[in-house]
């Protein structure tokens, strides 16, 4: 029978970011339901390891959405995009990535209202999150600052709207703007929803 390899010492900071490797994406499939010993299994260590960094269970899942609402990579990835492309373009690079994010973190929406409903310190942080992304859309915005109706801070909290509406389906009727893709969610941002110029009252018809 095959032997478990034994897992090298660690310091208490790598114990820590491994484990919580190990525990997102057992939150992900199943919620906080997830036991230590799965987790502990995934990560290759003794169920033990766990409490000797972590208090409890909670701690570790709480620690563990920390990391999956980290914004510095959304942050990072939007800076990359830069502003040499199209507008147009460039959102759409932008809520590619975007939705990835959302969408991988879709089944952890209910999670923080179970685990951190007292948390005043992760909702500053989930809050700062927001902030954070909606900056780094607003400055893929900002050359084309002339062009809009609105300022580059309000298209960018209005973009957000539209993607989490097509991830989050039971977030308002975000049934019916599932099927929307990347182009479409920048479009109805751009152009609206009128998919040709409103026809010009005839003034026969008005006499």
Avoid: C, W
């Avoid at 484990?19 to 499939?29: D, G, H, M």
């Avoid at 620690?63 to 609402?69: D, R």
């Avoid at 084309?144 to 977030?171: K, N, Q, T, W, Y």
């Avoid at 099927?179 to 009128?194: F, K, N, Q, R, Y």
Wanted: proline fraction near 6%; hydrophobic fraction near 50%; charge should be negative.
């Amino acid at each position: 029978m095959a032997r478990r390899q034994r897992v090298p010492a660690m310091a208490p900071e790598e114990r820590r970011a491994a484990l919580i490797a190990a525990t997102l994406p057992l939150l992900r499939a199943y919620g906080t339901a997830v036991s230590t010993r799965q987790i502990a299994e995934a990560a290759g260590v003794a169920e033990g390891t766990i409490f000797g960094v972590f208090p409890d269970k909670a701690s570790l899942l709480r620690a563990a959405l920390m990391s999956a609402f980290d914004p510095q990579p959304a942050v990072d990835a939007l800076a990359a995009i830069g502003t040499r492309a199209e507008l147009r373009a460039r959102l759409s690079q932008a809520v590619a990535l975007l939705r990835a994010g959302m969408s991988a973190n879709a089944n952890l929406m209910a999670a923080p209202r179970e685990l951190m409903a007292d948390d005043a310190e992760f909702h500053e942080r989930m809050m700062s999150s927001r902030h954070r992304i909606a900056a780094g859309l607003a400055a893929l915005v900002e050359p084309d600052r002339d062009r809009l109706r609105r300022s580059p801070e309000a298209a960018a909290h209005l973009l957000l709207m539209l993607i989490a509406v097509s991830v989050h389906r039971g977030f308002g009727h975000g049934g019916e703007f599932g099927d929307m893709d990347d182009e479409e969610i920048v479009s109805v941002l751009l152009d609206g929803l009128l998919m040709s110029p409103s026809p010009t009252p005839s003034t026969e018809s008005a006499s």
